[in-house]
């Protein structure tokens, strides 16, 4: 087989593995905030890389794993982020991390 082919189908495989949906209800508290607000329930499409050792999407990660994926298939870059622009609260802020729960 030609490189590419054995690229192609290890990249394909990779995709499948760190493409990751959590859904549940994020805890979010401001500085010297002693019970943390419940966020509304939401569901949340990420690339994770290592599932079992980052059960949780991570905000600051997406952009680096999106870079590839969007090289791929730039409609599952836009519904990732799409996702986690979901989560923007009235102030504008974004969990930088989303758990499953």
Known sequence: ??????LVKFLKIFFFLINFSFSG??????VNQKIPDQYWPT??????PSRSFFPR??????GF?????ARWNS?????ILSH???MLNDNGWIPRVKKNS
């Open 1 to 6: 087989m030609e490189f590419h082919i054995l």
């Open 25 to 30: 209800q994020s805890l979010v508290a401001k």
């Open 43 to 48: 569901s949340l499409y990420t690339a994770v």
């Open 57 to 62: 999407g991570f905000l600051w990660d997406e």
């Open 65 to 69: 794993h999106n870079l590839l994926i």
């Open 75 to 79: 409609n599952i870059t836009i519904d």
């Open 84 to 86: 986690w622009f979901d």
